[in-house]
Every structure is written in structure tokens, then in C-alpha cells.
């Protein structure tokens, strides 16, 4: 299959799980992440119709991004480092990674050197494992809470990544940050309205339980070495 009959697999499988779950495909974003596949591979994935791409790393997107013609809004979805903050806020609109309100306040000092609004996702460790990046969920209020005091950022929502498992194992993980996000909804404003959660292996479980974003790979570009 090509990348473009790829994608129009996933998007058909996005709208029967949105159906599912009684809601319209066309408010989930489908995210093609395009780490490690070349800017040949990300101008199919745009000539067929991808709006969002996703990178994690900074340098790696800053290297791709002027070899790619196509137009399209790009996503940091990979740990940022904070003597990155300012090339990130360059080159991403939106930073689905932030985990920390250090980090939260390097990103919003960069942005208002920039005179730009700078869109983000606070990325929860819903497992709270201990090696993952990732706001602990009893930490989450207390962070959206700081992070609202900063100028320069819209907090859009929230992002995870669920422990590995089957996807019926995500599925909990997934109910999880949805639970959290309604939670914190109230106090946020209707800018907060991303959940970003599902990869190639769980999105459908991740629709069914109210992703707004799904981040998927591999199922369009094929296997990473
Ligand atoms: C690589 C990656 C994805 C996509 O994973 P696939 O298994 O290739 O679909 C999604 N989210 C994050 C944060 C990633 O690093």
C-alpha cells in the first residue's frame, strides 16, 4: 500500500471508531508522525490530505521542515530540552510535551520574544511510570494551575502516553486522562479542548474514549529501524 492509500485506511477506521462511540470523525485530528522518515515521505503524507505532522525531536524537524514543500501545522511530541525551548517555539505550533512549569515558563518567555502565542499540551504520565516524561497526575491541577499565570501560551489540553500494553490495556489509561480533563476543564476556558492519545497499535480505543488528537506512525509510513 502507498503512504496516501495508507491514510485513507486509518482516517476510514478513525470515522467508524468515532461513529462508534456516537461522535464525528471530522473533530479528530490525525497526526502523522514523521520521525525518522524523510521530507519525500512527509510531502505524500501532505499531497494526501495530512494537515498535522509530528516530530520528536527538535534538531530533526529543523533539518526536514525546509526540504518539506507542502504546508501543514507541526507537532512536538518528544521530550524538549530546555536549552531548546526557543528553536522549538520557531518551529512548532503546536508543543504537546510539556511536563514540567519550568519548563511551561522557558517555553512562555521564548514565545513572547517570538510575539507569538505559543500552543501547548500538558503531557501526563497517567501510568506514572517512573522513566517516562510526564506531569503525575496528582500534580496535574497544581501545574495547570501555575501554568495559567504565564503569558504567551494557550494550554490547548492534554496529552499522554499510555504504558505498553494491549490496546484494551490502554483503554483504562485513556479513560483515565479523559477523566482528568474533564476535571480540569472548568477552571481552563474553551481553548482547553485536546486530548492527544492513541498511537498506531490503540487509536481506535483511544477515539472511543474521546481523543481529539491521535498520533500514528507507523501505520502510515510503515516500520522505523
Ligand atoms: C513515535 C511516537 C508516536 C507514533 O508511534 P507509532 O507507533 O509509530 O504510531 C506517537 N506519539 C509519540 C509521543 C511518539 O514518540
Known amino acids: 500500500m502507498t503512504i496516501a492509500q495508507r491514510i485513507s485506511e486509518i482516517r476510514g477506521r478513525i470515522d467508524r471508531a468515532a461513529a462508534s462511540a456516537g461522535r464525528d470523525g471530522s473533530e479528530i485530528t490525525l497526526v502523522a508522525v514523521s520521525k525518522t522518515f524523510?521530507?519525500?515521505?512527509i510531502d505524500e503524507a501532505v499531497s494526501a490530505g495530512i494537515t498535522d505532522l509530528g516530530e520528536n525531536r527538535v534538531q530533526e524537524a529543523r533539518d526536514k521542515?525546509?526540504?518539506?514543500?507542502?504546508?501543514?501545522?507541526?507537532?512536538?511530541i518528544g521530550h524538549l530540552q530546555s536549552n531548546k525551548t526557543k528553536d522549538a517555539v520557531r518551529l512548532f505550533d503546536m508543543i504537546e510535551s510539556v511536563d514540567s512549569i519550568e519548563l511551561a515558563a522557558k517555553i512562555a518567555r521564548a514565545a513572547e520574544a517570538n510575539g507569538k502565542t505559543q500552543q501547548v499540551l500538558v503531557q501526563v504520565n497517567v501510568g506514572r511510570e517512573a522513566q517516562k516524561d510526564g506531569v503525575d497526575p496528582t500534580q496535574l491541577q497544581a501545574t495547570l494551575e501555575a501554568m495559567k499565570e504565564l503569558g504567551s501560551l494557550e494550554i490547548a489540553g492534554l496529552m499522554t502516553i499510555p504504558p505498553i500494553g494491549t490496546p484494551e490495556e490502554?483503554?483504562?489509561?485513556?479513560?483515565?486522562?479523559?477523566s482528568q480533563f474533564e476535571s480540569a476543564r472548568g477552571g481552563m476556558g474553551s481553548q482547553f479542548r485536546h486530548l492527544s492519545m492513541g498511537m498506531s497499535e490503540d487509536f481506535e480505543v483511544a477515539v472511543e474514549e474521546g481523543a481529539t488528537i491521535v498520533?500514528?506512525?507507523?501505520a502510515i509510513f510503515g516500520g522505523r529501524n
Request: hydrophobic share 40%.
Open 38 to 41: 524523510p521530507a519525500a515521505a
Open 65 to 76: 521542515k525546509p526540504q518539506v514543500h507542502g504546508s501543514a501545522r507541526w507537532h512536538l
Open 170 to 178: 490502554s483503554r483504562r489509561y485513556f479513560s483515565m486522562l479523559r
Open 215 to 218: 498520533r500514528v506512525g507507523r
